[in-house]
């Protein structure tokens, strides 16, 4: 069984078999690369892990079977331009058809991960935005279990 931290890269995968309108898609390296809002390749998608958090049992680990539940908190932050139109109200138009796709892609899907459950979406709102250009951020939440089998 794996000990490693949740591997964001598995939502990546997800989102490029199932989102082909994305023109990007990438890491929090990638998103942090970007410094102004007019810069941002669009439509695109960037993933980020939020945290994970462990949940001991009240009883401890036995010597052989220590298996613990982890929760994962991961978000994406949408980009979005609309270059028809100077009103962001129609960028968030725009964002609509994506953030379908992005839900449907991740509501439900199980990452492969020993005990993984199924991701479920927990908010999401606007990060920024300006004339045409619109970031949206979105955390889903999801569990894998780590430690060790007899």
Same mark, same amino acid.
């Given at each position: 069984?794996?000990?490693?931290? #949740?591997?964001?890269?598995?939502?990546?995968?997800?989102?490029?078999?199932?989102?082909?309108?994305?023109?990007?898609?990438?890491?929090?390296?990638? $998103?942090?690369?970007? !410094?102004?809002?007019? &810069? $941002?390749?669009? *439509?695109?998608?960037?993933? /980020?892990?939020?945290?994970? =958090? %462990?949940?001991?049992? *009240?009883?401890?680990? =036995?010597? +052989?079977?220590?298996?613990? !539940?982890?929760?994962?908190? #991961? +978000?994406?932050?949408?980009?979005?331009?609309?270059?028809?139109?100077?009103?962001?109200?129609?960028?968030? &138009? &725009?964002?609509? =058809?994506?953030?379908?796709?992005?839900? =449907?892609?991740?509501?439900?899907?199980?990452?492969? /991960? *020993?005990?993984?459950? +199924?991701?479920? #979406?927990?908010? %999401? !709102?606007?990060?920024?935005?300006?004339?045409?250009?619109?970031?949206?951020?979105?955390?889903?939440?999801?569990?894998?279990?780590? +430690?060790?089998? *007899?």
């Amino acid at each position: 069984m794996s000990n490693a931290p #949740f591997d964001h890269r598995q939502v990546i995968e997800r989102l490029k078999a199932n989102v082909p309108a994305l023109r990007e898609i990438g890491t929090a390296a990638d $998103f942090q690369a970007v !410094k102004r809002l007019p &810069d $941002f390749p669009t *439509p695109a998608a960037y993933v /980020l892990l939020a945290e994970e =958090s %462990g949940e001991p049992k *009240p009883s401890g680990n =036995s010597a +052989g079977s220590a298996r613990q !539940k982890v929760g994962v908190v #991961f +978000g994406v932050v949408l980009a979005v331009r609309s270059y028809r139109y100077s009103q962001l109200a129609d960028a968030a &138009d &725009d964002l609509w =058809s994506i953030l379908d796709q992005v839900r =449907s892609a991740l509501v439900g899907w199980t990452p492969e /991960l *020993p005990l993984a459950r +199924g991701a479920q #979406f927990v908010t %999401g !709102k606007t990060l920024d935005s300006d004339d045409t250009t619109l970031l949206w951020g979105e955390i889903y939440s999801t569990q894998h279990s780590i +430690g060790r089998t *007899p």
